[in-house]
């Protein structure tokens, strides 16, 4: 099955699996060997988690703080009872 775009798939029959084109961003597809496209994705794939990570992180700074916040406010309330 090939996607045509728009999640429409029509069957197909590739007779030379040479070459690839693996879509690298922004609208763009470099044409690769099989072994070039694997290596592109490992490192592909390295980077994304690495951003992933990154992100978590910021994420669970932000929580921390929300928590302290909260705490904070909740010491106010109860302190002017």
Known sequence: M???GSH???QAHIQDTTFIYVNVGFGFHVQFTLDEA???IKKKEEHLQ???DKH???ADKIRAHIKMAL???SEILMSSK
Request: glycine share 6%; hydrophobic share 40%.
């Open 71 to 73: 705490e904070a406010i």
């Open 2 to 4: 090939t996607d045509l």
């Open 56 to 58: 978590s992180g910021e």
């Open 8 to 10: 429409f798939y029509a």
């Open 50 to 52: 690495k951003q992933a």
């Open 38 to 40: 694997k290596d592109f």
